[in-house]
């Protein structure tokens, strides 16, 4: 029998759903202890420099994101362990070089991290005059531009070569595949805007960044992730300006420990209600 466009589409996206929504159910099981319970604790981060090797990122006038991304995920690192040496630090990578999205929230899910943070740079299409950080965690798509920002980080998949067998036929150019991501729920969105507001308040009052706040898209790579996970975009490599403060490696201190403060002020809360 051969089926029209209409119901081929339709299976497919059914097909989508289910492998979505199995998925779902896993992460929802690997996300608690062994009792069920959501641990409070903060005990290792996983800190995931995005983009690399073959895949440069967004890029301005004079720099790469990739190699912005990377400074100041190891920045961040190096002072977190200085301050709270009692936690250990993982990153997806120390170096230019390429990860599958897929494996970066592998290599936090096989080590148990109790938080994931994702470094980017950020792009405006349309105008440079648009400048300041966004910290994204995973939900749906409040506005257009979210979905823009979603589609354009998740377009890495494209650059693997096995894309469409590793990822299930998601279509990170698809609307469709995007809105998908809204059957999303799970035990650590509170805890994961937690933790993003802490890093845009962070950015706003210490580090004297323009914050343009918390926002929810489907980014792959935290979805795949069982634990509070944040996407954190840096700053506007379009802008003349900001590209200038996101190489400058005062700037890129600053914003490094902002974050960490974020993170410190974190721990100590949710580990202070167990």
Known sequence: MVLGHNKRRMLRNITAISFFSIFFLLASFNSTGPNGIVKNQVKKIVIDAGHGGHDPGTHGKFSREKTVALKIALELGDIIKEHLPEVEIIYTRKSDKFIE??????IANKNDADIFISIHCNASPVTSS???????VMGTHKTKSNLD?????????LL??????RYEGFDPKSPESHILFELYQNAHVA?????????????????????RGVKQAGFWVLWRTTMPSVLVETGYLTN???EKDLNDEVKQTYIASAIYRAIRDYKEEVESSN
């Open 101 to 106: 999205l897929d494996d970066r929230a592998k």
């Open 130 to 136: 648009v400048y300041g950080t966004e910290t994204y």
């Open 149 to 157: 920002v979603a589609k354009r980080e998740n377009s890495v998949i």
């Open 160 to 165: 693997e070569e096995d894309y469409q067998e």
């Open 191 to 211: 805890n994961s805007l937690k933790l993003a507001a802490n890093i845009e308040n962070q950015f706003k009052s210490r580090a004297g960044r323009r914050s």
């Open 240 to 242: 003349p300006n900001e």
